[in-house]
C-alpha cells in the first residue's frame, strides 16, 4: 500500500512525457504567473495612459472654452466704455470698439481674433491660417445673429471658434470672432502621454523581471516540495521543507510535511509489521515442517504430531492478531469511545483474571467515576498485565488491581509480590518481542502483550509506567485522561 502511494506521489510531479511522440510545451507555474502578471499590468497601464489622455485633452478642452469665454467679456466691457481717441463713448461705433480691442489685446499662441463689420471683413490678429481667405467661413460668419460656439476644419487643423454679434439697427453691426487653433496643444497632451507610455513602459519591464524573480521566490517551496518527493524512496522518509511565513505556500509545506510524517509512520509500521511477523512465524513454521517431515517416518506419532502441530498454528493465529491489534493502533477508528464506569472496571479485570492462575486476586481501591474511553481495550491492556503478572509470581502469590481518579486523569494499578523485574530490561519491556527472564515466566509468549498494552494506552492518550524492585515485585500504572484523547479536563 505505502509502495503505491509512494509511486503515485512520485508520477504526479514527474516529468510526463510528450504525446504521440511529438514535444510539448508545458509552462511552469512560474512562467504562468509572470503571464498573468504581465497581462494585468500592461492593461492597467494601458487604462491609465487612456485615462490620462482623456482627462488631459479634457482639461485643454476647459481651457480653450474659458479662454474664448474671457476675451468676450473683454470685449463686452469695451463696448460700454469710452474711445480713447476721441474721449467719447463708443456708442454705434463697431469699427472703433474692434480697433481699440484688437491694439489693446495681444492674443496667446494658438489664439486668433477676426472683426466682421456689415459683414465685411474688417480686422484680424496674426494667425496660423488667415480665415478671411476664406469666403465660406466669412459668409458664415456674416450671418451670425447671437453667441455662437463652433469648431471648424482648416489646413493648419481644428479651430474652436466663439462668434459675438455686436451692434443695432441704428448703425453699424459687426461679429467678433476669437478662435483656437486646437492642434498645438493637443499635440502637447500626445507628447505628455507619449513621455508617460515611455516611463510606463520601461517601469513594466521592470516591474515584470522583479516579478519574474519574485515569483521564483516564492514558489521556491513548491520546487523543494517537488525535489523531496523526487528524493523519496523506500528507504529516504527524513526528507522535509523548511517552514517560512505564514501564508498559504507556507501552509502547503506544513500540510506536506505533516503528509510525510504520516507516511513515515504507516510505512514504518508495515515494514514493523512485516519484520515482526517475518521473525515470529519462522519458528512455528520450521516446528511444523519439521513434524510433518517426521510423520512419514513415524506414523506412530501422529496424534502427538497432529497436537503439536495445531498448537503451533494456534500460536501463529495468536501472533498474527496481535500484531495486526499494534498495526491498526495508529488509526482513527481504533477505538471504540464510550462512557466507561471505572470502578465496574476494575472489578471485572479482577474477576477475568481469577481464571489466569491461582494467586491471591483483590481490588485495593476503585474509583467511582465515568471515564470517556474504549472499555473493551482498556480490558484487554489490564488483562495482559495481570497475566504478566501471574506470569511472574508463584501459586499464593498476591496480585492487587486498583484504580483512582483525580486531576482530570485516573489511574489503573496492577501491583505483585513477585520478583521484580531487573533494571536493565526495564527499559526494554514495552518493545515487542522483549520477553523478561523472571521467576516463574512460562516462555511461550510471543513477547508482545506489554506492547500491546502501551499502544492501547497512547491511543487513549495516556502513559504507562513501571515501578520495580528487585526481590519487591513490580507495578504497573496505566495514567488516561478522563475525557478521552486529546479532551482537556
Request: charged letters at 25%; glycine letters at 8%.
Amino acid at each position: 500500500m505505502i509502495d503505491a502511494i509512494t509511486q503515485r506521489i512520485r508520477r504526479s510531479v514527474a516529468d510526463r512525457p510528450a504525446l504521440a511522440g511529438l514535444p510539448r510545451f508545458a509552462p511552469s507555474t512560474r512562467l504562468k504567473i509572470l503571464g498573468w502578471y504581465m497581462i494585468l499590468l500592461a492593461a492597467a497601464l494601458a487604462f491609465g495612459l487612456f485615462l490620462q489622455r482623456t482627462i488631459l485633452l479634457n482639461q485643454v478642452d476647459d481651457e480653450i472654452n474659458t479662454q474664448l469665454g474671457q476675451e468676450v467679456e473683454e470685449l463686452e466691457r469695451l463696448t460700454g466704455g469710452r474711445d480713447p481717441d476721441t474721449g467719447q463713448p463708443f456708442g454705434n461705433d463697431v469699427a472703433a470698439i474692434f480697433d481699440t480691442f484688437l491694439r489693446r489685446n495681444i492674443p496667446v499662441e494658438d489664439e486668433a481674433m477676426f472683426a466682421l463689420v456689415n459683414g465685411e471683413p474688417h480686422a484680424s490678429t496674426v494667425s496660423p491660417v488667415q480665415l478671411f481667405d476664406d469666403d465660406d467661413v466669412v459668409s458664415e460668419w456674416a450671418s451670425i445673429t447671437s453667441t455662437t460656439r463652433a469648431e471648424l476644419d482648416t489646413d493648419s487643423g481644428k479651430v474652436r471658434y466663439l462668434a459675438v454679434p455686436i451692434g443695432s439697427d441704428e448703425g453699424d453691426s459687426g461679429v467678433f470672432v476669437v478662435g483656437i487653433f486646437m492642434d498645438g496643444r493637443r499635440d502637447d497632451v500626445n507628447d505628455v502621454v507619449r513621455t508617460a507610455a515611455f516611463i510606463f513602459g520601461s517601469t513594466f519591464i521592470v516591474a515584470s523581471a522583479l516579478a519574474w524573480f519574485a515569483a521564483g521566490r516564492v514558489l521556491r517551496p513548491v520546487r523543494l516540495l517537488t525535489d523531496t518527493v523526487r528524493s523519496i524512496t523506500d528507504d529516504n522518509w527524513s526528507e522535509r521543507i523548511p517552514v517560512e511565513g505564514d501564508d498559504e505556500i507556507a501552509e502547503l509545506t506544513e500540510t506536506f510535511n505533516s503528509m510525510l510524517d504520516r507516511l513515515e509512520e504507516a510505512f514504518s509500521t508495515q515494514r514493523r509489521f512485516i519484520d515482526d511477523a517475518g521473525h515470529e512465524l519462522r519458528t512455528p513454521i520450521t516446528i511444523i515442517r519439521g513434524h510433518l517431515e517426521m510423520l512419514e517416518s513415524a506414523p506412530d506419532d501422529r496424534e502427538e504430531t497432529l497436537r503439536i502441530v495445531m498448537d503451533e498454528l494456534d500460536r501463529m493465529t495468536r501472533l498474527v492478531d496481535d500484531l495486526l491489534l499494534l498495526a491498526r493502533s495508529d488509526q482513527p477508528d481504533f477505538l471504540d469511545l464510550r462512557p466507561v464506569d471505572v470502578g465496574e472496571l476494575t472489578e471485572d479485570v479482577v474477576a477475568k483474571a481469577r481464571s489466569l492462575a491461582p494467586r491471591d486476586w483483590s481490588v485495593a481501591e476503585r474509583a467511582d467515576v465515568v471515564m470517556t474511553a474504549d472499555g473493551q481495550r482498556l480490558t484487554q491492556a489490564l488483562m495482559n498485565l495481570a497475566s504478566n503478572a501471574a506470569e511472574h509470581t508463584t501459586d499464593g502469590s498476591s496480585i492487587v488491581v486498583g484504580s483512582w481518579a483525580g486531576n482530570g486523569q485516573v489511574q489503573f494499578w496492577v501491583r505483585d509480590d513477585g520478583a521484580g523485574i531487573p533494571l536493565a530490561e526495564q527499559k526494554t519491556i514495552f518493545e515487542r518481542f522483549s520477553r523478561g527472564q523472571g521467576r516463574g515466566r512460562s516462555g511461550d509468549g510471543a513477547g508482545l502483550g506489554l506492547a500491546i498494552t502501551r499502544a492501547i494506552v497512547e491511543a487513549h492518550g495516556g502513559t504507562v509506567r513501571l515501578d520495580s524492585t528487585l526481590g519487591a515485585g513490580s507495578t504497573f500504572v496505566l495514567v488516561l485522561p478522563i475525557f478521552g484523547p486529546d479532551q482537556d479536563a
